[in-house]
């Protein structure tokens, strides 16, 4: 049998002192994350070397983090730290953005919903703002009333080449909801229209979707974007369009720790399929999402009980919907490793059993994995469920009132030693929210256990 990767020995370390600090708890703490400072520094860096290769000027590039992928102020704060911009597609991220110490004009503002008293905020910010139709950018005509934005503003265009794996998470369909959709009879011409009378619109924004698009998928829209462009720059005679945004989407592999596909592998894609993203002197921004964080997080969760159903050994857990909500409604298109650990944090090894490894939520689906070949979990153990830095404990899900986790940061130091800060403490199941009626006549719920004890 092969050992660990060196990925799957640092969880398990970094597991270990969890345990041994008490950042876990069979009583007090039964579900944790953890997100890997080092790691997301590391992957940054992956980032801006890829680009830096083939665009040598560091002041062409922005690479978006995009905020809806983990949205942590302190998260964000270590992204922007590390040289990273920030895309928000809502006003909750931009004021998260803010919070973290973006600079506006490190923002990027795509929705296809925003108001008018957001569009105003954000222009009024030098925000970067993508508009999605054509409502939109007549909207910011009017926002603008004839003054020249501070801010860069682009329009958000559908490729139309098709959909990837996922259908729900794939934006480059024909009938998607987002951006201006390029092959529909009559738009092309309207939108260079657009860019005649709009002087200020002087960027493209695409994004093909997010997780299951191939690299080729992704190019060949980036290509539609680009092309569009130098459409737009030989019609109007000037450099109109100094931008594109090629948006996020690059996917991860969840089925080991391999890095696959890197951002490597994706430049030199668009080095080959799109020669003009990098030859013609655009400005380009990036808002990449799920391969910044997802590899570099990971949650753990008790085992409370093992029991045996039709012949199928259960384990339940406590992490389930309210942490991994796609995994659980949508199990095909979001499949998750799990990893068996004993009370200690140490990984069980030795002979496998094919086990379901359910969530602590009252309905039926609530399931990480179904017949999963695992060490046999027993109650006190602890599972690990890796890559789920990116869309998973970062935006919970509160069915059943069930509580938000706590998330850590994670740096291992020189020596070895590894220090966790505090990136969002656990919520207290305990505590009600404040509008609840029944605080205002009970203080706290407590009072109504320790009455009915007495
Ligand atoms: C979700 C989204 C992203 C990020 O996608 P990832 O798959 O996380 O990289 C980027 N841009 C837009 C417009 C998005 O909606």
């Known amino acids: 049998m092969n050992g660990p990767t060196p990925a799957a020995a640092r969880r398990e370390r970094i597991l270990r002192e969890a345990v041994r600090q008490g950042l876990l708890d069979p009583e007090q703490s039964l579900l944790a994350a953890f997100v890997d400072l080092d790691g997301v520094t590391a992957t940054v860096g992956s980032l801006h070397r890829a680009f830096g290769r083939v665009l040598p000027a560091p002041g062409l590039v922005l690479h978006a983090f995009a905020a809806k992928a983990n949205c942590l102020v302190p998260v964000l704060a270590e992204l922007a730290r590390d040289g990273m911009g920030c895309e928000v597609a809502t006003a909750g991220e931009l004021a998260r953005a803010l919070a973290a110490g973006f600079p506006p004009d490190r923002i990027v503002f795509d929705s296809p919903a925003k108001t008018r008293g957001e569009l105003d905020r954000a222009l009024a910010l030098g925000v970067a703002v993508n508009a999605d139709n054509f409502q939109e950018l007549s909207r910011i005509d009017r926002a603008l009333a004839g003054r020249r934005p501070r801010s860069n503003i682009g329009v958000r265009v559908n490729s139309q080449v098709g959909s990837g794996t996922i259908a729900a ?219 789920t830095g990116a869309y998973y404990f970062s935006t919970p899900f509160h069915y059943n009132s069930l509580p938000e986790p706590a998330v850590h940061g994670v740096r291992v130091g020189e020596d070895g030693r590894i220090a966790f800060t505090l990136l969002r403490p656990a919520q207290d199941a305990w505590a009600l929210p404040d509008h609840a009626p029944e605080v205002t006549v009970i203080r706290r719920p407590v009072d109504v256990v320790d009455r009915a004890a007495r």
């Open 169 to 387: 998470m794939s934006t480059a369909s024909t009938t998607s909801k987002f951006g201006v959709p390029l092959s529909d009879p009559g738009t092309r011409r309207q939108l260079l229209r657009a860019f005649r009378d709009y002087p200020w619109l002087t960027w493209v924004h695409t994004h093909a979707g997010s997780q299951g698009c191939p690299l080729d998928l992704m190019a060949r829209g980036v290509a539609q974007a680009v092309e569009f462009a130098e459409e737009v720059n030989a019609s109007l005679g000037e450099r109109r369009v100094v931008g594109i945004d090629i948006g996020g989407g690059l996917p991860v592999n969840f089925a080991d720790d391999e890095i696959d596909p890197t951002f490597d592998t994706y430049v030199e894609y668009l080095g080959t399929h799109v020669p003009a993203l990098f030859e013609r002197g655009y400005q380009v921004v990036t808002e990449f999402g799920r391969s910044v964080l997802a590899k570099n997080g990971f949650m753990a969760a008790y085992v409370e009980y093992t029991k045996s159903a039709g012949g199928r050994p259960i384990a339940v857990t406590h992490a389930g919907v309210q942490v991994a909500t796609r995994t659980v409604f949508n199990p095909e298109a979001w499949p998750v490793r799990i990893e068996a650990h004993d009370a200690s944090g140490a990984a069980k090894r030795g002979r496998s059993l094919r086990q379901d490894v359910a969530g602590p939520a009252c309905f039926a689906g609530d399931l990480l994995a179904r017949d999963r070949a695992l060490p046999p979990l027993e109650p006190g153990d602890i599972i690990v469920v890796p890559d």
